[in-house]
């Protein structure tokens, strides 16, 4: 209200939300004058892991990936992908594993209560030499321009720690 003295018509709209895109008008009647704005809310970004996720054979590793800021993913479907296979695919908190690559059978899960707050992290357990690679965990729906979270996983052998006795 301070600025309409000086001219200043603007609005502030506060706590935005996804809903709030769209255009909007303002109009000076009395003035003849009109302007519109078009307003496009994003959404969350994919953040996987920028360093290599480590993990012996035989242990169990969690792939980090969440959204940024949080949304609810608890209706959307999240896919798990290593090169081209799938490692896993949920959709509206339920397993959908039959494009599952047989390599992963068994071996993954997803934190269904985490993810309300934006969690896709990936469970994988009892991991093996043939785990080792490059994973993207995606949400094919999310509009926003990082759709895809990117995790490196580096897998040791097992006893991997040398014992240098000989001098």
């Known amino acids: 209200m301070d600025g309409l003295m000086t001219g200043n018509v603007s609005m502030k709209i506060s706590k935005v939300k996804v809903s709030d895109t769209g255009r909007y008008q303002c109009a000076l ?7 519109s704005i078009q307003l496009i809310v994003g959404q969350s970004d994919m953040i996987g892991s920028d360093k290599p996720v480590t993990v012996t054979v035989g242990d169990n590793v969690i792939l980090p990936c969440h959204l940024e800021p949080p949304l609810d993913m608890t209706t959307e479907t999240v896919e798990w ?3 081209e296979e799938f490692v896993h695919v949920s959709q509206h908190e339920k397993d959908y594993l039959d494009l599952q690559d047989e390599n992963f059978r068994g071996r993954t899960s997803l934190f269904y209560e985490e993810m309300i707050r934006g969690n896709i992290s990936l469970k994988l357990t009892n991991v093996t030499e043939l785990d080792a690679g490059s994973y993207t965990c995606n949400v094919p729906k999310l509009q926003s321009q990082v759709r895809r979270g990117f995790i490196n996983l580096t897998v040791e052998p097992m006893g991997g720690q040398t014992d240098d006795t000989s001098k």
């Not at 009647?29 to 302007?35: G, I, T």
């Open 81 to 83: 992908k290593r090169d």
């Open 29 to 35: 009647p009395s003035l003849q004058k009109e302007a």
